[in-house]
């Protein structure tokens, strides 16, 4: 009985995985331009699992990234550099999305995303230095997930921040989440950012960002970001950005792209095999400990 | 599953690879506290054991479950509610699962019950300080150390 279990089981999980792999396929959308601009969806702040609470490796991540409908996206460690780097060296050696090389200032005052830097950024620093030494390396400095810490932005660093994240998950948690984040918003002169904070949970661009960049590199996307050319939709669908990019962005249909996950059949085979896969292999488990 | 609602090939293989930390963890601090007291068992066998009907096993396919009920944002954003009860089953787990290592050290290595919670508090201080200072890497130092 034990034994047929686990066959059972195992069987499930292989139509599970072959189902789940057969539409596991990189999402290829033809490039498109507004007014010369190319529109790029990108994810300013991302985890892998190299010391960072991730649970895809930084490659893993990229491979993602193709998977969910991005064209960039920042890789941004905890209070370190090294899982950007290595995404982008995998990126540039065997395709993939631009990956612009990140980590996540955590400090219990504030949380900045850097983005675009080459060197690791000391975290025993203020809100203010930190954001001098990411424009010193070229990158740009967003407030990440800014409804949380904040004490650390004072009038100098506030003044500084290029971006600041508009949309994050949380809105979809807190209802006073999406007021937070404008109400800090309107404390600054930095451009709106969506990004997914992503882990492990939920697919990555769930919140994302058009970056309107005059080509497609991680130069471009910076310099879009810094002259104020991004567009985020919010809850219900409520556009941020100026108002002349969100009226060219509307006209696109970039508020209709398509939802990061798709729901194919095949899909739901591999949900359901592999969770009765899965309950079966572990009954079995306990029944050949029982005996 | 969590990310995609799907499993696949690539997925799996990288979840292996980021979490092969946690065995590795756990049978690096099981070695050390079997090393401490009395071996009945060859330390093949007595691992073989240790990790036979894991608990955690079943929450995860129970966790694993509800994301087929999830849409994608509910996926990366539970509801209060549900994650309350996630949580809840977490804890029951970590007791559950104690008593049960508890009982492994006791009954199946023979070991004095003082001896047994002696090993259980070890190998869990051991294997979780370990893994925690994996996975969350540096930004353990940046919340602990501090900004001006």
């Avoid at chain 1, 950024?121 to 740009?140: K, L, N, P, S």
């Avoid at chain 1, 209802?175 to 451009?191: C, G, W, Y």
């Avoid at chain 1, 990019?245 to 949900?271: K, M, Q, V, Y």
Wanted: glycine share 10%.
């Amino acid at each position: 009985m034990t034994g047929s279990r686990r066959s059972l089981g195992a069987i499930l999980m292989v139509i599970a995985i072959a189902a789940g792999t057969l539409v596991d396929r990189p999402r290829h959308q033809p490039p498109l331009t507004i007014d010369g601009f190319r529109a790029l969806a990108v994810d300013f702040h991302v985890h892998s699992s190299l010391w960072s609470s991730g649970a895809l490796t930084p490659w893993g991540v990229v491979l993602q990234a193709e998977r969910d409908g991005l064209d960039a996206f920042a890789s941004t460690g905890h209070n370190a550099i090294a899982s950007g780097k290595v995404s982008h060296w995998f990126a540039t050696r065997f395709g993939g999305p631009i990956v612009l090389v990140g980590e996540e200032i955590r400090t219990p005052r504030y949380h900045l995303i850097a983005a675009g830097i080459t060197r690791q950024i000391g975290f025993r620093q203020t809100a203010e230095a930190a954001i001098a030494e990411v424009h010193r390396q070229g990158g740009i400095a967003i407030a990440a997930h800014p409804g949380l810490e904040t004490r650390g932005y004072d009038a100098t660093a506030l003044r500084e921040l290029d971006g600041t994240e508009i949309c994050h998950p949380m809105i979809y948690q807190r209802s006073t989440a999406q007021r937070d984040l404008e109400e800090f918003a309107s404390l600054t002169h930095a451009t709106p950012i969506g990004s997914s904070d992503f882990h492990a949970f939920g697919p990555m661009g769930l919140c994302r960002t058009w970056v309107f960049a005059r080509d497609d590199s991680p130069q471009g996307i910076i310099e879009g970001v810094r002259a104020h050319r991004t567009v985020v939709y919010g809850l219900g669908g409520k556009a941020y950005g100026d108002p002349e990019w969100i009226a060219r962005a509307g006209r696109c249909g970039l508020r209709d792209a398509p939802p990061p996950e798709g729901n194919s059949p095949f899909t739901w085979i591999s949900r359901i095999a592999g969770v009765i896969g899965l309950a079966l292999i572990a009954m079995g488990e306990v029944g050949r400990t029982a005996e | 599953m969590w990310i995609s609602g799907r499993l696949t090939i690539r997925l799996i293989a990288d979840g292996a690879v980021s979490f092969v930390f946690v065995p590795f963890f756990t049978i690096a601090s099981f070695a050390l506290v079997y090393r401490l007291s009395n071996r009945p068992l060859r330390f093949t066998r007595a691992v073989d054991l240790f990790f036979a009907a894991n608990p955690w096993l079943a929450w995860l396919v129970g966790f694993i479950a509800l994301r087929c009920f999830l849409t994608p944002v509910r996926a990366a954003v539970m509801p209060r509610g549900l994650w309350l009860a996630v949580e809840v089953s977490f804890v029951t787990l970590l007791a559950w699962s104690a008593w049960r290592d508890w009982r492994f050290f006791r009954d199946v290595l023979q070991r004095p019950s003082t001896r047994a919670t002696r090993d259980l508090l070890l190998q869990r201080a051991i294997a979780w300080s370990c893994a925690l200072a994996w996975f969350q890497g540096p930004a353990a130092a940046g919340l602990l150390g501090g900004a001006r």
